[in-house]
T-cell receptor, first 117, second 112 residues
Framework: AQKITQTQPGMFVQEKEAVTLDCTYD???????LFWYKQPSSGEMIFLIY??????QNATEGRYSLNFQKARKSANLVISASQLGDSAMYFC??????????????FGIGTKLQVIP | KAGVTQTPRYLIKTRGQQVTLSCSPI?????VSWYQQTPGQGLQFLFE???????NKGNFPGRFSGRQFSNSRSEMNVSTLELGDSALYLC???????????FGSGTRLTVV
């Protein structure tokens, strides 16, 4: 089974509108972390937001929020008030492991978001 | 503070050659991970180093190897290059488990 599933290969959103990018994950670990990254056409991966499996509240970072539904194993990214500069690939990732040192991060295949003026 | 620095940015190599890529993490970050990104396979985990020790390795052949130095800088080596090794190789560093990885700009390797 895929560890991280992003079912939307591409999304369009009107400027200033909100958009939700879907991500579901699969793990048997009790402790894990979920990340979202943005990759513009320049290629650099930009960290957006982090959600720990034990965090009770949804993570928020400016216009980004993570809709964490643990029972459904979903970690959707919500971008509010979209801007043209938000056009990029977005990757959901999961960190499995423990504080003992083992750590593995798996990325989804990404969703290409295009913001329309 | 300086970000993650990867050198070189671009490389063109011939099949059969070997290549070494370099990554300097953010100062104070002891964890360095390497990823291969291709259009068909997405981001594939190569390996992770922490305090000069390889903690985890992805499903890549033995031609792919790496190491980390005492100053946390890391190198990745690919021997006997194949056309399929053409990809963007990304290095990322982290200060801890609960923090996102900071990625470098990557090295784009083209094998001809």
């Amino acid at each position: 089974a895929q560890k991280i599933t992003q079912t939307q290969p591409g999304m369009f959103v009107q400027e200033k509108e909100a958009v939700t990018l879907d991500c579901t994950y699969d793990t048997s670990d009790q402790s894990y972390g979920l990340f979202w990254y943005k990759q513009p056409s320049s290629g650099e991966m930009i960290f957006l937001i982090y959600q720990g499996s034990y965090d009770e509240q949804n993570a928020t970072e400016g216009r980004y929020s993570l809709n964490f539904q643990k029972a459904r194993k979903s970690a959707n990214l919500v971008i509010s008030a979209s801007q043209l500069g938000d056009s990029a690939m977005y990757f959901c990732a999961m960190r499995e492991g423990n504080s003992g040192g083992y750590q593995k991060v798996t990325f989804g295949i990404g969703t290409k978001l295009q913001v329309i003026p | 503070k300086a970000g993650v620095t990867q050198t070189p940015r671009y490389l063109i190599k011939t099949r059969g050659q070997q290549v070494t890529l370099s990554c300097s993490p953010i100062s104070g970050h002891r964890s360095v991970s390497w990823y291969q990104q291709t259009p068909g396979q997405g981001l594939q985990f190569l390996f992770e180093y922490f305090s000069e020790t390889q903690r985890n390795k992805g499903n890549f052949p033995g031609r792919f190897s790496g190491r980390q130095f005492s100053n946390s800088r890391s190198e990745m080596n690919v021997s006997t290059l194949e056309l399929g090794d053409s990809a963007l190789y990304l290095c990322a560093s982290s200060s801890g488990l609960n923090y996102g990885y900071t990625f470098g700009s990557g090295t784009r390797l083209t094998v001809v």
